[in-house]
């Protein structure tokens, strides 16, 4: 059996709190239960239990996250919590750790409020970068709201106080209730099919979460989404946040604010036209100032004064360039003969009928050359083969022979016989004579006494 691996309580701990804090479901969860043994410490921290008719959980809010809570957790409050489970290790007890609390009373709403929130910021819905700015001057604003109330009187009253120009068409719907999701889409689909709008603000009066809930369904969220034409949400009072808001190109504290978001002021473009005009006579005024004191300057000017005098020095210089350029003519005409001339007589020293004349007359001399060294080598050549004939005359054995003197071969005309120990008693042998040859038999030998002296001597 190998060795049993034995934890510290500490590692035990731990490693049950990594376990929790890699359980998806554990790392966002929502819980709700009723607040005991509540504590805010001085840290800012709130300790406290959750509990149901059947379980409790010992729970821990930290300052960073409950500073921004909408209301003030009391003991026996009755709240949805969310948040993520794990371990404390110092005393090994599992704990909720909450991020975000709402009461009770409204929790199911917030939480699906929550829970879309999520959904749809993750698929790109709230990206800043896919929206569109607004128009800066609209010619027709559509407003998608309630035909009663005080939202669409106070978007009226402001668009047609700011910009009275703008044409506004209004498209009613329901603000609450259960058909008042589909009501708005349905608008914001009308809008778009006509085409006809620059900008539409889509909204309603301030109410309660339940009252808003409209501004919250997903199929609003998406139908702002899909619109071609921007959109301003301007649903309830500065403190509300609907889905709508996120989704839309711009967010409106208020419907009145969603109107002068909407169009610009026309006391303000007014001003802004009048100090352009201002502006545009003064730059004018300046510019016909200036050209007026050029054309004064002009004016005065000896050239417009005295045209005849400045006429007078041109055509003396026109007379000053015409002379240069006849001499520039004449000594580019000069330069041109003396170039000609110089090429015709490179021309004529390289003529091709010279040049095989003189390579016919140095031909002529080197053939002379040639059969003068000829001669005079034939010459050279013819004496000293005389010499040599007449010392290999001299040399010759036929001179030898002539003398008296005979050549002995053996039998077949290979070997000269110099001496007694080439041959033997009965070889055959060939005598050449220096009038010819003959056919000899040894039948004797005789030893020079002579040689045998000195050969006995030896």
Request: proline letters at 4%; aromatic letters at 6%; glycine letters at 6%.
């Amino acid at each position: 059996m190998g060795e049993q691996k034995i934890f510290s309580i500490k590692d035990l701990n731990r490693y049950i709190r990594m376990k929790l804090e890699s359980d998806s479901m554990l790392s966002d969860v929502w819980i709700r239960g009723e607040i005991s043994n509540f504590t805010h410490h001085s840290s800012g921290h709130m300790y406290f239990t959750l509990k149901d008719e059947s379980s409790r959980i010992k729970s821990i809010m930290f300052a960073s996250h409950n500073q921004r809570l909408p209301f003030v957790p009391k003991e026996g409050a009755r709240v949805i919590a969310r948040g993520n489970v794990s371990v404390y290790e110092r005393d090994g007890q599992y704990q909720f750790y909450a991020t975000h609390m709402q009461p009770d009373g409204i929790g199911s709403l917030y939480l699906a409020y929550e829970q879309l929130k999520k959904k749809l910021q993750e698929e790109g819905l709230f990206a800043p970068e896919r929206k569109r700015p607004l128009p800066r001057i609209p010619a027709v604003i559509a407003v998608v709201t309630s035909p009663t109330g005080a939202a669409v009187r106070d978007i009226l009253i402001t668009l047609r106080r700011r910009y009275p120009q703008a044409e506004v068409h209004l498209y009613p719907v329901l603000v609450q209730g259960k058909g008042a999701a589909p009501s708005i889409v349905k608008a914001i689909e009308t809008v778009n099919r006509l085409a006809e709008a620059d900008v539409m603000i889509v909204g309603r009066g301030g109410g309660s979460l339940e009252e808003l809930w409209a501004f919250n369904e997903e199929i609003v969220a998406r139908a702002i989404y899909s619109s071609t034409i921007p959109v301003i949400s301007a649903v309830g009072h500065e403190t509300d946040f609907t889905i709508a808001d996120f989704t839309a190109d711009l967010r409106a504290a208020t419907p009145t604010a969603a109107a002068e978001l909407a169009v610009p002021d026309i006391r303000e473009l007014s001003d802004q036209v009048r100090q352009f005009v201002s502006r545009m006579n003064t730059a004018v005024q300046r510019r016909a100032r200036s050209e007026r004191e050029r054309l004064q300057r002009l004016q005065r000017s000896p050239v417009l004064v005295f045209p005849r005098r400045y006429m007078l020095q041109h055509a003396e210089r026109i007379d000053g360039l015409r002379e240069r350029l006849r001499r520039a003519v004449q000594g580019r005409a000069r330069l041109h003969v003396e170039q000609n001339a110089r090429l015709r007589h490179a021309l004529e020293r390289h003529n091709p009928r010279e040049q095989v004349q003189g390579a016919r007359r140095q031909l002529d001399s080197l053939r002379r050359q040639l059969e003068q060294a000829i001669r005079s080598g034939t010459k050279e050549q013819t004496a000293r083969l005389g010499a040599h004939i007449r010392h290999l005359d001299a040399l010759s054995p036929l001179k030898v022979m002539g003398r008296g003197y005979s050549l002995v071969y053996d039998e077949e005309e290979r070997t000269l016989i110099k001496s007694l120990t080439d041959v033997q008693p009965g070889d055959m042998v060939k005598i050449k004579l220096s009038d010819g040859q003959l056919d000899c038999q040894v039948w004797g030998m005789k030893e020079d006494a002579k040689s045998s002296g000195e050969g006995n001597g030896a």
